[in-house]
T-cell receptor
Framework: SAVISQKPSRDICQRGTSLTIQCQVD?????MFWYRQQPGQSLTLIAT?????????ESGFVIDKFPISRPNLTFSTLTVSNMSPEDSSIYLC??????????FGPGTRLTVT | AQKITQTQPGMFVQEKEAVTLDCTYD???????LFWYKQPSSGEMIFLIY??????QNATEGRYSLNFQKARKSANLVISASQLGDSAMYFC???????????????FGKGTTLSVSS
């Protein structure tokens, strides 16, 4: 199984600022995903990030607000830009391994004040 | 479009009893996978069990079993002999599988909060 780490684990940010979340995997994976989990809610897919191509965003999420980088097969970043209190959520990185099982990172708890 | 429905916002069970968490799904694909995850208060997502649409047997993993009824499009999770540590949020999820099994991202239901009491 893939082991995923995320940095930071939590942060408190002021509105209008940006935060970049890092996701590191201990093995090479083709497909990486970013999810958002708002307080008390389920997980919502933000985008799919494949190495060597532009991220594919789900309806309601745009690149200007959530730019994603995927420079190699073990690393990705998600930036939450121009933050507002509505962006307060847990952001989770997830990967699909060679057995097509999906694993999740520990999440980044973001609070925007 | 694929959709996952979990109609039980919360469930309560006594220790050592069995509990069933409901999940129905909707998809037009013939090939798909169904998953259950546990999310304790710490926030981590813990994979519990997987059922493929072509699997003839219901999946089992220790105290977890998946009651898969394909015609009814349901994939209920059964937890036998509940323990206090089972108290958590439980999510049902689905992935439609492309012809090469590469798949797409999981889509989640709204979740069910399970509370186990002594």
């Amino acid at each position: 199984s893939a082991v995923i780490s995320q940095k930071p684990s939590r942060d408190i940010c002021q509105r209008g600022t940006s935060l970049t979340i890092q996701c590191q995997v201990d093995s090479q994976v083709t497909m990486m995903f970013w999810y958002r989990q708002q307080p008390g809610q389920s997980l919502t897919l933000i985008a799919t990030a494949n190495q060597g191509s532009e991220a594919t965003y789900e309806s309601g999420f745009v690149i200007d607000k959530f730019p994603i980088s995927r420079p190699n097969l073990t690393f990705s970043t998600l930036t939450v830009s121009n933050m507002s209190p509505e962006d307060s959520s847990i952001y989770l990185c997830s990967v699909l391994d060679s057995s097509y099982e999906q694993y999740f990172g520990p999440g980044t708890r973001l609070t925007v004040t | 479009a694929q959709k996952i429905t979990q109609t039980q916002p919360g469930m309560f069970v006594q220790e050592k009893e069995a509990v069933t968490l409901d999940c129905t799904y909707d998809t037009s694909d013939q090939s798909y996978g169904l998953f259950w995850y546990k999310q304790p208060s710490s926030g981590e997502m813990i994979f519990l069990i997987y059922q493929g649409s072509y699997d003839e047997q219901n999946a089992t993993e220790g105290r977890y079993s998946l009651n898969f009824q394909k015609a009814r499009k349901s994939a209920n999770l059964v937890i036998s002999a509940s323990q206090l540590g089972d108290s958590a949020m439980y999510f049902c999820a689905m992935r439609e599988l492309s012809a090469n099994q590469a798949g797409t991202a999981l889509i989640f239901g709204k979740g069910t909060t399970l509370s186990v009491s002594s």
